[in-house]
């Protein structure tokens, strides 16, 4: 029987990739009997999700103006030399 | 559909690709480029957008392969692993000798208003940051992005499959600790 610790290596590569059958099992089986497994588990999954979308919802981080204009400048050059060919 | 201006696509889109780009490079000027990239290669290839998809999913799409690129680029500046960051330490504080849990794990009260969930990615964001730089590029590499595992491997100098996952477990670890004690355990 593995224990918590390894337990959590496993949630964890399971996002990622097909465990075996056997192993998977083991997991879940583990999941079942384990509390702070299980809540680990789920926090896991909510961390995974957030991750997803933090680029949406982090809106308190926006480019700089000056930056704003330097591309801006840019891509007006790159369009002005595109139809002039 | 008629051409767009990637002044639009600026002004509608160049914050949401920024910090998709900031957040995976870590460095302002890295990421203002990436930007500026992104805009020109969608404007190039415009014949190509089939309007299947929205046209800031397809800007991001071409972002995340400036990023890779961007890694694939920098792979010689990646150093080998050193012992010492794979060190047991940041799991043996949370198990005893036989590896249980030493504490109970509190439920998570997920943010519910927007307000809070604001307020969260903040504090998600920092706790990226506090992340060792390899640790961090594991995650949006591969758990993000989905880089295969041996591209994963060559581009952040993992030596085997195994390493990578110890260390991906590890980050979640790392980065599950910094959220208990910033945001869930603040009342
Ligand atoms: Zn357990």
Redesign the interface.
């Given at each position: 029987m593995r224990h918590c610790k390894q337990i959590v290596d496993l949630v964890s590569q399971e996002m990622e990739s097909k465990l075996p059958w056997s192993i998977r099992m083991e997991v879940k089986m583990h999941l079942l009997m384990c509390k702070n497994c299980h809540r680990y588990a789920k926090q896991l999954k909510f961390m995974q999700a957030e991750l997803n979308t933090l680029e949406q919802n982090l809106n308190t981080v926006s480019l700089a103006e000056p930056a704003k204009e330097r591309i801006k400048k840019t891509l007006t050059l790159a369009i002005n030399e595109s139809t002039n060919d | 559909m008629t051409q767009q201006?990637?002044?639009t696509w600026?002004n509608d889109y160049?914050?949401?690709l920024?910090?998709?780009a900031?957040?995976r490079v870590r460095s302002?000027t890295t990421a203002?480029d990436l930007?500026?990239e992104t805009?020109?290669a969608g404007?190039?290839s415009w014949d190509k957008f089939t309007g299947k998809s929205s046209v800031s999913t397809w800007l991001v799409g071409i972002l995340k392969h400036k990023i890779i690129d961007f890694f694939r680029k920098h792979r010689h500046e990646v150093k080998q692993i050193q012992t010492d960051e794979l060190a047991d330490d940041i799991?043996a504080y949370q198990?005893d000798n036989?590896?249980?849990?030493q504490v109970?794990?509190?439920?998570?009260d997920?943010p519910d208003t927007q307000m809070n969930?604001?307020q969260?990615?903040?504090i998600?964001?920092m706790c990226?940051s506090r992340l060792p730089q390899r640790m961090a590029d594991l995650?949006?590499l591969?758990?993000?992005e989905n880089v295969p595992?041996t591209e994963c491997c060559d581009l952040l100098g993992f030596e085997s499959d195994n390493q990578l996952?110890?260390t991906?477990?590890r980050t979640?670890?790392k980065?599950?600790q910094c959220?208990n004690t910033h945001w869930f355990e603040q009342g």
């Open positions: - | 201006s990637p002044e600026l160049g914050d949401l920024y910090r998709y900031l957040l302002e203002e930007v500026q805009l020109l404007f190039v799991l198990f036989e590896g249980n849990w109970d794990l509190v439920e998570w997920m969930q604001q969260f990615s903040k998600f964001n990226i995650l949006f591969r758990s993000i595992m996952w110890v991906l477990s979640r670890v980065l599950r959220l």
